[in-house]
Structure formats: structure tokens, C-alpha cells
């Protein structure tokens, strides 16, 4: 399963570390996503790290490109999502996922319980 | 960034009911469409793959259909739990887009 912590109330402009824990399988072999879903609104895909094998790089959409970074701690079996220069509209819980992949298809597959992100002054 | 488009947003139907939703992409993606079903409070559920192919332990009352542009997914047979809001999502490139979602009410 996953857990995601971290999340909580802060002021626009500041800034979150989410974590997200993995038990029951080990996260070095498995390319992790973080996904939000805004109060009432649909899901919105926010990036996703690579695994070490694969080169390790993260990538994000672009509202969030130049503020939030992906990481992850392999020896500790977690992802992060550092957010930072925090604005109203990041508002959301935020949940990681597993990618699932065949020799063709990929898809979001294990997903974690999610943490609320509120963005208020 | 590929747009994806549900609809209905909203549909009631009654037990042993069947009910067809229809999502759209703004471009061809081939059978790259994935379906996830969440739960009032719960995290998305992956139900379907490649258009079609539904993941392990999912009802086969559930199918997937589609390819390129436009994809439905059907429930027959409507149970009580499949009380929850409906979700495509394109894996065709990135960033990876969601339609905005279908509630299906029973």
C-alpha cells in the first residue's frame, strides 16, 4: 500500500513536503506519480519520478514545473513532493501512484489514501 | 496537452440497469485510454486498460470500448456499489489527462 503524510494548511507563498511510504513492495523498481484532485473537481496528473534504473529524472506539468519537485529515497521505500511558492489554486488532495505498465499500455495503478493540501491566507 | 471529455457528468439509473458512458479525445490516441472509478472519499480505483482490457478482479459487467478518438465505458447489470464518479484518463502522451469525470448515481 501507499501512504501520503505532509499535507495541511498554509499560507500562498509558502511551502509543503509531502511523502508518500510504500509497503508490501519496493518503490526502486516502480516509476511513482503524485496526482491532485482539486475540492469538488476532477484529477489532475502532477508529475512523476523515473526509477534509478531508468535514470532517476523527474518531471512535472507546467503549472507546477518551476515550484514543486519530485524525489525519491529509495533505502527508505518513499517519494516527496517538495512544493514550494505554494498559490491558492495548488488547493487539493494530493495522492501518489504507482505506474503500471505491460509491454504496451501504462496506467495509474496502486494509489495511495491521499493528503489534503489547503492553500489560504 | 490532449483534452478529454466526458459525458454525461451526471446519470441516474436503478439497480440491474445498464449505462453507457462516453469519453473523447481532442486527438487520436490510438487505445491508449485508461477508466478508474472512484468512490465517495476514496482514491481513484484503476478498472480498464487499453481501451478494453479490464485489470484483474474487475466485474466483467464492466467494458471498455473505443479507439482514437472516442471510448465508452458500460456497466450492466448496475449493482449498489457501483455508486461512484467515473474517470478516462489518456496514456497516449504527456502529460497524462483525466475527463473530468461521470457520476453515476444509483
Known amino acids: 500500500q501507499l501512504v501520503e503524510s505532509g499535507g495541511g494548511w498554509v499560507k500562498p507563498g509558502e511551502s509543503l513536503r509531502l511523502s508518500c511510504v510504500a509497503s508490501?513492495?519496493?518503490?526502486?523498481?516502480?516509476?511513482m506519480n503524485w496526482v491532485r484532485q482539486s475540492p469538488g473537481k476532477g484529477l489532475e496528473w502532477v508529475g512523476r519520478i523515473k526509477t534509478k534504473v531508468d535514470g532517476g529524472t523527474a518531471d512535472s506539468t507546467f503549472p507546477v514545473k518551476d515550484r514543486f519537485t519530485i524525489s525519491r529515497d529509495d533505502s527508505k521505500n518513499t517519494i516527496f513532493l517538495d512544493m514550494t511558492s505554494l498559490k491558492v489554486e495548488d488547493t487539493a488532495v494530493y495522492y501518489c501512484?504507482?505506474?503500471?505498465?505491460?509491454?504496451?499500455?501504462?496506467?495509474?495503478?496502486?494509489w495511495g489514501q491521499g493528503t489534503l493540501v489547503t492553500v489560504s491566507s | 496537452d490532449i483534452q478529454m471529455t466526458q459525458s454525461p457528468s451526471y446519470l441516474s439509473a436503478s439497480v440491474g440497469d445498464r449505462v453507457t458512458i462516453t469519453c473523447r479525445a481532442s486527438q487520436t490516441i490510438n487505445f491508449y485510454l485508461n477508466w478508474y472509478q472512484q468512490k465517495a472519499g476514496k482514491a481513484p480505483k484503476f478498472l480498464i486498460y487499453g481501451a478494453n482490457t479490464l485489470q484483474n478482479g474487475v466485474p466483467p459487467r464492466f467494458t471498455g470500448s473505443g479507439s482514437r478518438t472516442e471510448f465508452t465505458l458500460s456497466i450492466s447489470n448496475l449493482q449498489p456499489e457501483d455508486s461512484a464518479t467515473y474517470y478516462c484518463q489518456q496514456s497516449y502522451n504527456s502529460p497524462r489527462t483525466f475527463g473530468q469525470g461521470t457520476k453515476v448515481e444509483i
Open positions: 508490501g513492495f519496493n518503490v526502486t523498481n516502480v516509476w
Open positions: 501512484a504507482t505506474r503500471g505498465m505491460n509491454y504496451e499500455f501504462k496506467w495509474f495503478d496502486l
